[in-house]
């Protein structure tokens, strides 16, 4: 359904992203100086425990938590507004339906007297025109059909533009501002295999692996503000980074394979009608009605 | 489906409302939220609110949204020149808008200019062939001119797509009772059934369709679906209790020269007849001596 729109969500996105180049300014800024205390204490403390100065928690990890919360929100706003209207595949709509109703039909088979369960079943899964039936030389063709439509190839890599383009911005702020000192203690102990991911920044061979830099900070944030996000935005947004990443994997909505495995569910199905029961628990509940 | 808390709560704002207490915007918002069907009410209260040019600006964009509510409030009202107002002011607001030009399609379809309603609507189709809402919308233009055969055919085609629409089906359904097609009647229901096991109404209908195809295993199967109806609503529904008693007289009357192979289902005609006289005694102590002659009858023949 077209949505009304107006001027003002576009002055709002751009506020956001006015929002954004600020805090750019004013952290990077005080990146630096962060970056200079702690180098002299770390050389002071090679022991056990590291104390790391609190200007690393206000300019370094509060910063950086607030400006990736302001790019999930302002990416969520231009992919709103950078959504093309999709036409829906007939087929498409079509088999979704479908596998709606053949699960309505196996969640619900008992209510239903048996000879109209037996009819249905047989128009979903007849050999030669039941709804459900896929031949088998139709089943690759989405694949093949994600690479050539122009349509829903161009809609997947804006999909992934809007995704990959800000994490690699970010990340390369990241590191460029924020590398080569300690950020943050991880309470618990790691390995030392760790080591390579965690502290790269960071020089020293001799420091706990616990002492992470800033970039475990900014993975951290990645994963963990979803939750956030859907709290704020609502539950459709286009911050689901990694829910994205799997559905790409598994390509997508595949149709033929779930109607096969709706197929399969249907087969399975032992008709079995409650309704005498419920007679029997009408009778019950009129007893107690009517005492 | 309402549930029974935000109909109480529907009908509290609506006293609210109607005593001239405050509130008219929530009660809209409400009525378009439970999409029930107050027409009169809505197109008050909703003028109201989009006259008063303060309350308006209070709004913000919810206007629009309200301007829309009260067009199609006015048409049900059969105001005509209400609903073109406000149509209009939502045409100068949006131009390019379908959610309009649906708007501009029921109003012709009010003024009973059916040619061009079936013409713009076809026209919106074939921009988007997946508009439900237009489809349904051909479908009433359809039944309202009388052409039944056609809505049928219409609504058949939008299921053939659409299958999962629950409410298309129940329209399917009552069309066909209206037409006396009970046996795809009975489809529908079960249709119905299917997608929303736990929904009392639907029991009810489909039995009463069996009911009335009649035969001795419809007749079963009806009193069966009459008991779980009994069972969702916690013996509370009186026309469930009624078909129960009618079932089983009937069941008996056709069984008459076989073995009676019914199970207990004296007792639960019994505990029906029971359940009615004490419902009746309660609220209806008048009616009471015709509802004992009434099922004494029935109980002489079973």
């Known amino acids: 359904m077209d949505k009304f729109r107006d001027c003002g969500d576009i002055k709002k996105d751009l506020r956001y ?110 050999e030669e025109n039941g709804l459900l039936y896929v031949p088998k030389g139709q089943a690759p063709n989405a694949q093949a059909q994600m690479f050539s439509d122009p349509n829903m190839a161009m809609d997947m890599m804006k999909k992934n533009l809007s995704m990959i383009i800000p994490q690699t911005l970010t990340f390369a702020w990241v590191n ?25 920044g960071i020089d020293l061979s001799t420091v706990d692996v616990s002492y992470v830099s800033s970039r475990s900070w900014y993975f951290l944030n990645l994963f963990g503000l979803r ?30 394979k779930s109607l096969g495995a709706e197929k399969d569910g249907l087969d399975i199905v032992q008709h079995d009608w409650t309704m005498p029961k419920f007679e029997r628990r009408a009778e019950a509940v009129l007893r107690k009605l009517v005492r | ?73 006015a048409m049900d009202c059969q105001s005509l020149d209400v609903a073109k107002d406000c ?5 100068k607001r949006f131009p390019d808008s379908k959610r309009v030009g649906r708007l501009e399609g029921m109003l012709l379809e009010a003024k009973g200019l059916w040619a061009e ?32 055969t056609t809505a049928i055919e219409c609504l058949n085609k939008y299921l053939d797509t659409f299958m999962a629409d629950h409410d298309a089906w129940r329209e399917l359904a009552e069309i066909y009772i209206s037409l006396q097609m009970y046996k795809q009647a009975a489809f529908c229901y079960e249709e119905l059934i299917l997608s929303q096991p736990t929904n009392p109404l639907h029991h009810l209908a489909y039995a009463d369709v069996l009911y009335t195809i009649g035969g001795l295993e419809n007749l079963q199967a009806a009193k069966k679906y009459y008991a779980s109806t009994i069972n969702l609503t916690g013996g509370k529904n009186r026309r469930a209790l009624f078909g129960v008693c009618l079932c089983t007289s009937a069941i008996g009357q056709l069984s008459k020269g076989r073995n009676k192979e019914d199970k207990d289902s004296p007792e639960l005609q019994l505990l029906a007849v ?25 109980r002489v023949s079973s």
């Open chain 1, 17 to 126: 992203l006015y929002t954004v180049q600020f805090w750019v300014f004013l952290v990077s800024r005080n990146a630096n100086r962060g970056e200079r205390k702690s180098r002299e204490r770390e050389r002071g403390a090679m022991a056990e425990d590291l104390v790391l100065d609190t200007a690393i928690r206000d300019w370094v990890l509060i910063p950086l938590s607030v400006v990736m919360v302001l790019i999930g929100v302002l990416r969520y706003f231009v992919s709103k507004l950078m959504r093309s209207a999709q036409i829906p595949d007939a087929k498409l709509v079509k088999e979704g339906q479908v596998i709606v109703r053949a699960r309505n039909l196996r969640a619900a088979a008992n209510f239903i007297p048996p000879k109209s369960f037996r009819a249905r079943r047989l128009y979903y899964s007849n």
């Open chain 1, 176 to 200: 460029f501002f924020f590398s080569g000192f300690v950020a943050a203690k991880i309470p618990f102990p790691l390995t030392q295999r760790f080591r390579a991911m965690l502290q790269n």
């Open chain 1, 227 to 256: 939750g956030l996000f859907s709290i704020i935005l609502g539950e459709e947004n286009a911050t689901d980074d990694t829910q994205r990443m799997m559905q790409m994997t598994g390509f997508g909505f595949d149709p033929t």
């Open chain 2, 1 to 73: 489906m309402v549930t029974k808390s935000e109909e109480d709560q529907l009908n509290r704002l609506e006293a609210q409302v109607d005593n001239a207490g405050g509130g008219a915007w929530e009660y809209l918002c409400l009525v378009r939220k439970l999409k029930v069907r107050r027409p009169d009410k809505v197109l008050k209260h909703g003028l109201a609110i989009l006259n008063d040019s303060k309350k308006r600006s209070a709004l913000g964009t919810e206007e629009w949204t309200l301007c829309e509510q009260v067009a199609v409030a």
């Open chain 2, 87 to 91: 149509i209009k002011v939502l045409r």
């Open chain 2, 117 to 148: 309603a079936e013409k713009a609507y076809s026209s919106f189709l074939e921009d988007n062939p997946f508009d439900q809402v237009i489809h349904k919308r051909r479908v009433a233009l359809a039944k309202a001119q009388g052409n039944i």
């Open chain 2, 274 to 298: 029971a359940a009615l006289e004490k419902d009746y005694k309660q609220r209806a102590p008048g009616k009471l001596p015709l509802l004992t002659s009434a099922l004494k009858s029935l």
